[in-house]
């Protein structure tokens, strides 16, 4: 298992699909999409489809990602993932709102950026 952060560059068309596990190892979903800082081009947050019938996208922290052979382990629990805000989205990006509340419940530092939108996420 290799910490996202060894890696130079990653590659979001190799982490789609992959197993997220939580910091328990049990599983949370698959992956659907990656969510980087606009600034950086650091992956953020990646989504999971959630239920059987009304499926929606859950939200995850990636930061302090393992990468494992067919699977991504964050370090969160499923729970944390569970009780996550419900986020709509509008287009590509989340609203600056939306986004803040996903960092909050997280307890990840937000600060909104300055540009035009304020927005600091966007899907990759």
């Not at 979001?12 to 980087?36: F, P, Q, R």
Request: hydrophobic share 30%.
């Amino acid at each position: 298992m290799t910490d996202a952060s060894d890696e130079t560059t990653w590659n979001a068309a190799e982490w789609h699909g992959k197993m997220l596990l939580d910091c328990n190892g049990e599983k949370i979903g698959k992956l659907e999409d990656v969510y980087v800082d606009v600034e950086t081009d650091e992956p953020q947050f990646g989504t999971v489809k959630e239920g059987l019938v009304h499926h929606h996208l859950t939200f995850v922290p990636l930061s302090g990602l393992q990468i494992g052979p067919d699977y991504l382990q964050v370090t969160v629990t499923k729970d944390q993932v569970k009780s996550a805000p419900g986020i709509a989205l509008h287009g590509e990006e989340l609203s600056q709102t939306d986004e803040s509340k996903l960092y909050h419940h997280f307890d990840m530092n937000y600060t909104p950026i300055n540009t035009e939108s304020g927005r600091r996420l966007a899907r990759r």
